[in-house]
């Protein structure tokens, strides 16, 4: 047991580590030196001496490997450096946003996944029937719809139709429970699909109706013999799911103007804020491997046919 | 395969002939500023902006970097793909190996993160966001050629084509890619639609090649303060959006089954 933990940390760490690597020399590299997008952004014409004294300043006159190390152990240690742009502490302005995206990112993962896994299981119990429809219509339309589009039409009927929210208030329904809704439902469709292909499999083999035959409820059975190969099929499935989620909280959050994480890397985006970029593509990382090992050690656990 | 090639010739040839129709609608920059907010009528058959350009043509225009990019992310996804896909599948092991962690990898990338972090890096524009999308539509291509791949070597007629001496590409395209494409024209369905998406999503957060051009996301995002007013400006560019996105998923995921080899 220890030693399956120690392997699953250290692949963890490691494509943790590869990703955050290739991202930091592939912004490092490319053309288009921060200093002077800095410099040109508060318009300064500025000589030969001040822009040394900001590369010195920012860490960016010394070879890429030791800018890297000390990112990383700063990255660490929780000294995540000041913004290019504002100047501010980065681990600071983090910390008062993160909050935000991680609820409306986790809630909405939690949500999609376990409205998906309920709605497929219904989904396939009665094929064709209200659950089998919704589930095909919610998919289709999380993958034809545009999710911000989506927010602005929910904003525009909830907020002035129905007048059932305060669209500029920003409490912890228009900030929160909106976003991470609108999370959810994107993702809703395919996740029960991907559920209902698992247990209608189930459907179709021999024990499910040696289960039906000695007398079990069609749901009981279904629900005793198949939720195993529903939750598999779903996490097999979970790493395209997983990208959109985090894709969809940045939208969502700029969409109801949340003042979370990704809001202010679009900010830093346009003013080539490594400072603010890095942090993010790390936490990112950080979130997607942690969730595919813990399907992964979830896969294995629940199949031990998996080598 | 060459009628692969023939759906993305013709796929092409509509997307000038929308460009042709363009030039011949008006110009999508014409400000008119005496026929602001002018409800749909005869001249502008869905009215006008707060500035009295024409809604219908900007909708037209808005057309052009969407169909520019889908075809930008289907021919260097579907390539890329083959060649990883065809690597995995027949390369020795460490470079096999190297590359199916690449795969594995890359589909586990969002694209918005790619998409925000190419941006830093070369500017926004329609490349970036091609690019972005390459950046994980590779993988799922290039893992279904390689699960192929290893399914047809144990057939019979792959066999049987290897001991005729078939060279491995003309092998490819007589026995591999007609099984592949219902596999691949469903993935390139799903990869057009979340194409046209992305490209509103990043128009709509100010990452578009130019604000000021016609694109529906930036359409959206110019138009939003009149949801509430005028809500056809915000919404047509979205029934737009949603209605490429719906007729791409249908046209190549029904195009790969007219694709399906006979008898099949």
Redo the contacts between chains.
Sequence with gaps: MTAAAVQVLGRLAL?WL??VTA?FV??RL?P?DPVEVFLAQVNVGAGHEIVAAYRAQWGLDEPIATQFLRWLGGFVTLDWGVSFETGRPVAADFAARLPYSAAIGFGGMVLAVTGGFALGFFAAHRPGGPADMLSRVLA?AG???????TG??L??ILG?QLRWIDVFGGGFIERVLLPTLLVALFSLGSMSRLTRAGFVEVKGSPYYRTALAKGRSQAGALWHHGRAAGVLTLIAGL??E???I??GT??AE?VFGVPGVSER??Q???H?D?AI?QP??AL?ALW?ALV?QGARFLRRTLDPRLP | MIRGALLIAGFGVAASAVLWAAGYLQDPHAIDLSNRLTAPSAAHPLGTDHLGRDLATRLVWGAAPSLLVVAIVLAGGLGLGLLAGGIIALAPSPLRDAVHWLAVTALAVPTLVAALVLSAILGAGVLTVSAALLVTSWAPYALTIAALFDRIRGEVYWQASEALGATVPSAVRRHMLPNAWPALGALAGADAGRAVILVASLGFIGLSADTGQPEWGAMIHEYRMFLFTEPRLVLAPILACTFVTALLHGMLDRGSSLLRPRGS
């Design positions: 494509s590869a990703v991202a592939l912004l490319m288009g289709v993958q034809a719809l545009p999710a911000f589009a602005l039409v904003l525009w002035v790493a395209p997983l990208t959109w985090i894709g940045a939208v700029i890397v679009v830093a985006v346009n080539r490594y970029l993010y593509i990112v997607v595919m």
